[in-house]
């Protein structure tokens, strides 16, 4: 399967998950540190007719990744998604199967264009600046190490995982607690304006409450283990 990622305009030539791959993700260490996906890409794509270092993986921004996750997942099990998700609202477990490549025509899998600067400068209480820059594979890993230490990551988390510099400067511990509450809330408004690529949230209705939630298919434990 040959793709252009739709954010850094890289080819991939996608081949089909291997016996090799699918143990990738069943590797405990791999999965607590955050690298069966990366190790994934790197067996089963090729970057410009080249097999990529982990630092390209790393590099790409999140929705190149998803988008390369996205295809591999239909290349090597078809098109159909078959989960379980409890309903936030009412706490029911429903079950759904869905079509991959359906969702990608018809957009319910949102594929966003790429915005015109890497970076953000957010206006902080205090008069100071903080600068945000685009997700990518070294942030997603710095968050699931946080997950591996503290159990979980909230908003907090994933916010401030965006942020690069305070004021000019590479952002220190000392300098994330000052931030206010009306910071972190101005910094994830604004980091949405950094989300491109193939967004991997899906809308799901409740077959008992009728309510409709959000899902991350790729964040599903099933969507590589058939």
Not at 10 to 29: A, C, G, N, Q, R
Not at 74 to 89: A, M, N, R
Not at 159 to 185: M, P, Y
Request: glycine share 8%; aromatic share 6%.
């Amino acid at each position: 399967m040959e793709l252009v990622l739709p954010v850094s305009g890289i080819s991939v030539e996608l081949s089909p998950m291997k016996y090799k791959d699918e143990k990738i993700f069943t590797d405990e260490k791999l999965v607590k540190q955050g690298k069966n996906y990366d190790y994934v890409i790197m067996s089963c794509a090729k970057f410009n007719g080249e097999s990529p270092s982990e630092r390209e993986v790393l590099n790409l921004h999140s929705g190149d990744r998803n988008y390369i996750l996205v295809h591999l997942r239909i290349l090597s099990y078809g098109d159909e998604f078959e989960f379980e998700v409890k309903c936030p609202h009412c706490g029911k477990k429903n079950n759904y199967i869905v079509n991959l490549s359906e969702l990608l025509e018809n957009g319910g899998i949102q594929i966003i264009p790429k915005g015109e600067s890497d970076t953000i400068d957010v206006s902080l209480v205090d008069g100071g600046i903080a600068t945000i820059g685009v997700p990518n594979g070294h942030r997603e890993r710095r968050l699931i190490n946080k997950a591996v230490d503290k159990g979980k990551v909230g908003k907090t988390d994933m916010t401030v995982v965006l942020i690069d510099q305070i004021n000019g400067k590479d952002v220190t511990a000392s300098a994330l607690e000052n931030l206010t509450a009306k910071d972190l809330l101005n910094i994830r408004k604004r980091s949405n304006e950094l989300i491109w690529g193939l967004k991997p949230i899906i809308k799901l209705p409740c077959d008992r409450c009728d309510e409709t939630f959000e899902h991350i298919i790729t964040s599903d434990q099933n969507f590589f283990n058939q």
